[in-house]
């Protein structure tokens, strides 16, 4: 039995139940009552990579020793930019010797797989390592129950499930993209007071203020890619990179629904390319002159079917991301695009920060002829939050699994 999703030995059952409040299995290691703090630190050392380790999920590690009956923190770490070193690698090497005997908590199943480093399952247990607490099994079928078995086999007593729905939601991305062969989608919206998110002819206009700015840049960061459609670019020619101190190096692979290869050769976007990568989702309608001028730019074009109106076909767009990695994709718009993604049922997050003006005449809906209520008054979506950022208000939906 599990409660919370956590497996424990029996021998442990009276004094771990007593001190969490979690059922037992018989194949696994005891519970302590501080587990949970250790793990939530995990989760916060992961996702400081979130975002820059794609195609890898970001995961979080742990190393606590005690000291006089005391748990001591003795290694932490993350899985490093572009997926490598893993996040346990890193933890050992903080930790050194004092691992021999320790516990690690880790976000994600440690790897049993080789590839160009050996398993971390096999690094935790050559590091002496006595006890390991998982956060969620890995999907992954070259890992899935394959760590923990190896860390068993190796003597190593295993815990599996403690914050396992949280550890599970840090890297949804890495489940879908294996589950349904696509990233997590997140759509971003900012809406005037009046339901509009710009006026026609006027380009890009600001609504929200500099807090939700900046909460969008962080958004950004965490982000494996961001998209939007070509209108949008021909509108307001964006940059859609992160434009925050220290978080210079974080912008996302920038992708643009194209259908017929329209984006101009002389876009900051494209200009751009060689800084941070540029990807265009065209079709077969697109002339060869203009997919040959912007390869010769430095974008990478992508075809990928469109469906009866000409448009991208959203889900194979999808695919096509994750064949390249994506795991975490954040949708900015504008309202033809939004319109696509949630008209699929393809969305899986929205975040809408709504301010206080108005745009009155000439305005545009958020999703083209759809409603905004075909996301706030869906059943399909949960408000999960609610914030005010400055003079803004931001509200965050998921959808329901």
């Known amino acids: 039995m599990s409660v919370g999703g956590v497996e424990m030995a029996s021998g442990a059952q009276d004094t771990a139940s007593e001190a969490t409040g979690y059922d037992v299995a018989p194949d696994c290691g005891r519970v302590l009552p501080y587990d949970e703090r250790f793990m939530r630190m995990a989760l916060a050392m992961g996702r400081r990579t979130r975002g820059i380790t794609w195609p890898n999920p970001s995961v979080g590690a742990v190393i606590v020793a005690e000291k006089d009956g005391v748990p001591v923190v003795v290694g932490r770490g993350a899985t490093a930019p572009s997926g490598r070193p893993h996040a346990e690698v890193v933890a050992l090497a903080q930790a050194g010797d004092k691992a021999r005997g320790a516990t690690a908590y880790v976000t994600l199943e440690p790897c049993a797989h080789w590839g160009r480093t050996g398993p971390c399952a096999l690094a935790l247990s050559q590091a002496g390592i006595a006890r390991v607490v998982i956060g969620t099994s890995d999907v992954n079928p070259r890992v899935a129950d394959k760590g923990a078995a190896m860390l068993r086999e190796a ?27 696509r990233p997590q989608v997140a759509l971003k919206l900012a809406v005037s007071a009046d339901g509009f998110i710009g006026r026609k002819g006027d380009g890009q206009v600001h609504i929200t203020g500099r807090e939700v700015q900046r909460f969008v840049h962080i958004m950004r960061a965490e982000a494996d890619a961001i998209l939007v459609g070509i209108g949008t670019v021909l509108a307001d020619d964006p940059m859609l990179d992160v434009r925050l101190d220290g978080l210079g190096d974080r912008s996302p692979v920038r992708y643009v629904f194209d259908s017929t290869a329209r984006l101009p050769v002389g876009s900051q976007l494209v200009k751009s390319a060689g800084q941070v990568p540029v990807k265009v989702l065209t079709s077969a309608a697109a002339p060869m002159e203009r997919t040959t001028a912007l390869i010769k730019a430095g974008v990478e074009v992508i075809t990928v079917p469109a469906d009866e109106t000409g448009r991208i076909e959203v889900r194979a767009a999808l695919h096509a991301l994750a064949h390249r990695g994506v795991t975490r994709l954040m949708v900015e718009g504008g309202a033809a695009t939004a319109e696509s993604f949630v008209a699929s049922g393809l969305v899986d997050e929205v975040v809408i920060s709504t301010g206080p003006e108005k745009i009155g005449e000439g305005g545009i809906r958020p999703l083209g002829h759809l409603p905004l209520e075909a996301i706030t008054d869906n059943p399909a979506f949960t408000r999960v939050s609610t914030r005010r950022l400055g003079r803004d208000r931001v509200v965050h939906y998921r959808r329901e699994e």
């Open 155 to 181: 003597g190593v007593e295993v815990v599996r499930g403690v914050l396992g729905a949280e550890c599970r939601a840090a890297n949804i991305g890495h489940f879908r993209r294996f589950a349904e062969g």
